[in-house]
């Protein structure tokens, strides 16, 4: 580039975007891919502007524009580069979900039609499968061999292999966009779904995580019993919301689980709650 941030300007601009695909097509008879940011506020005008310029598929998501921290001794930001620093790009497994969200984005858009690829925190064929499953076509892999070496896609194109075997899909092609019409806008979900989560005691080693996250960070749903000699915690279900949070810190495999309460009432969604249907 003859002037540095020209590819986040392009990717930040939809109109750039296509004008620059454009460009492209005009004088290349090779496929285009137009690999798109995620450093937007909405990832689908830019995709569909790469689709409008031409392109022959996008791929997504680059790295997202972030800090590594700061030396609170020093006072200077990481990297250290005599004295001053600059923002990076984040990579790796924690951007998975972000990756995936934005893949789903396009993928459900009646309006954009052309391949996907995905990229973004892939480090073994479940990850891949995920991300296929969400629309996109192939995957691509980058900090994951960085760390672990080329070797690893092996490991993923066999494990994908049994999975395709086990699940008695004839391609991989058989799984594409398979989960995109499980993702709707949060408006759409159904409210009379009910669950509550349940201390399993053979299962709980009494740290009382799951208590002190209910009480200080989401419906102090949780009070002690004493059961077989010891105290245990217990869910206050006429509080619980199914939130999940006990859950996700509670350290003791199988010792909170999240079960159904509805009875299977029609669905309604937010929608037709507020209208009074």
């Given at each position: 580039m003859s002037e540095r941030g020209m590819g986040a300007a392009m990717g930040q601009v939809p109109e750039y975007t296509c004008m620059v695909t454009e460009w492209v097509k005009e004088v290349s008879d090779l496929p285009v891919?137009?690999?798109?940011?995620?450093?937007?506020?909405?990832?689908?005008?830019?995709?569909?502007?790469?689709q409008k310029g031409g392109a022959d598929a996008v791929s997504l998501i680059n790295t997202i524009n972030s800090i590594m921290g700061v030396d609170v001794e020093t006072m200077i930001p990481y990297p250290n580069v005599n004295g001053m620093a600059a923002h990076g790009g984040y990579c790796g497994t924690a951007v998975k979900p972000i990756a995936l969200n934005m893949v789903s984005?396009?993928?459900?858009?009646?309006?954009f039609n052309i391949p996907i690829s995905g990229i973004g925190g892939i480090n073994t064929w479940r990850d891949a499968v995920e991300f296929m499953l969400?629309?996109?076509?192939?995957?691509?892999?980058?900090?994951?061999?960085?760390?672990?070496?080329?070797?690893?896609?092996?490991?993923m194109i066999d494990g994908l292999n049994a999975y395709l075997d086990e699940k008695g899909f004839a391609s991989v092609n058989d799984i594409i966009g398979k989960?995109?019409?499980r993702?709707?806008?949060?408006?759409?979900?159904?409210?009379?779904?009910?669950?509550?989560?349940?201390?399993?005691?053979?299962?709980?080693?009494?740290?009382?995580?799951?208590?002190?996250?209910?009480?200080?960070?989401a419906h102090q749903s949780f009070?002690?019993?004493?059961s077989n000699g010891h105290r245990y915690p217990r869910v206050i279900e006429a509080e619980?919301?199914?939130?999940?949070?006990?859950?996700?810190?509670?350290?003791?495999?199988?010792?909170i689980t999240m079960e159904r309460r509805d009875d299977g009432t029609e669905p309604q969604?937010?929608?037709?709650?507020?209208q009074g249907n």
């Open positions: 891919i137009v690999k798109l940011t995620p450093n937007v506020t909405h990832i689908v005008p830019p995709g569909k502007a790469a984005e396009l993928a459900r858009d009646a309006e969400l629309g996109a076509g192939n995957v691509q892999v980058c900090t994951a061999v960085m760390h672990y070496g080329y070797r690893i896609v092996e490991d989960s995109v019409n993702v709707t806008d949060w408006g759409n979900l159904d409210l009379n779904y009910d669950v509550k989560a349940h201390v399993n005691e053979e299962h709980c080693i009494r740290c009382n995580l799951c208590y002190v996250a209910c009480e200080d960070g009070e002690f019993v004493e619980c919301v199914g939130c999940n949070l006990c859950a996700l810190v509670c350290p003791s495999p199988g010792a969604t937010w929608k037709q709650r507020t």
